[in-house]
């Protein structure tokens, strides 16, 4: 079973740091991109920051410079730092795999971040 698990959500006050980890398992040859959404009540998920097959990094505007991804072998990771209320969301980790069958695109279950003011 192809599946990715996620870690590390959890509370914090304004200024503080969490650190995301997503692992990925199953019968996967590889990974084009892989990365963080988040999705805010009331909000449409959006990217946070994803890491492509050639090594590229995109990150939102919101969250350069604060928050730092990075990749080692089948897990991906999110440093945030200087952690912000606004960043208070449900943030799921995204693979964009070549596998035997199934879907590509491929979503983690979802961890909760919640920063207080």
């Known amino acids: 079973q192809v599946q990715l698990v996620e870690s590390g959500g959890g509370m914090v006050p304004a200024g503080g740091s969490l650190r995301l980890s997503c692992a990925a398992s199953?019968?996967?040859?590889?990974?084009?991109?892989m990365g963080w959404h988040r999705q805010a009540p009331g909000n449409q998920r959006e990217l946070v920051a994803q890491v492509t097959r050639g090594g590229s990094t995109t990150y939102a505007d919101s969250v350069k410079g604060r928050f730092t991804l990075s990749r080692d072998k089948n897990t991906v990771y999110l440093q945030m730092n200087s952690l912000k209320p606004e960043d208070t969301a449900v943030y799921y980790c995204y693979a964009l795999v070549i596998r035997p069958s199934g879907s590509p695109d491929l979503w983690g279950q979802g961890t909760q971040v919640t920063v207080s003011s």
């Open positions: 199953g019968s996967i040859f590889s990974f084009n991109a």
